[in-house]
């Protein structure tokens, strides 16, 4: 157990890793990169800050995968950057390093 945490920080990460598991199970066989995306980015933080560095990279590479998915379905006559500006206050606080 890590210094600080009680039993109640335990059931806390475990609740937290299953409702991960819930979304990342219901969202099974659809293609909706952008919510697979953000589980995997809430995954990471949670393995990461957790201490399991090798789930949390899993989860850092499996949001990677879907930001290429979401970049690759962007109308082609756009700068995908141009397209992405539209989604971010372009403040570095906001974007995760997926």
């Known amino acids: 157990m ?3 945490c009680g039993a109640r920080g335990d059931s806390g ?3 937290a890793e299953d409702w991960i598991t ?3 199970e219901g969202m ?3 293609e909706i990169p952008l919510a697979h995306w953000r589980v995997h980015a809430t995954a990471f933080e949670l393995y990461r800050k957790s201490g399991n560095q090798i789930v949390a990279q899993q989860h850092l590479a499996l949001g990677r995968e879907m930001i290429m998915k ?3 379905s962007l ?3 756009e700068p995908p950057a141009k397209n992405i500006s539209l989604v971010s206050d372009g403040s570095q606080n906001h974007g995760r390093k997926l």
Do not use: D, H, S, T
């Open 28 to 30: 099974e066989g659809f």
């Open 2 to 4: 890590r210094a600080g």
């Open 70 to 72: 979401l970049a690759n």
């Open 22 to 24: 819930k979304a990342l």
């Open 13 to 15: 990460l475990v609740r």
């Open 75 to 77: 109308p082609v006559e």
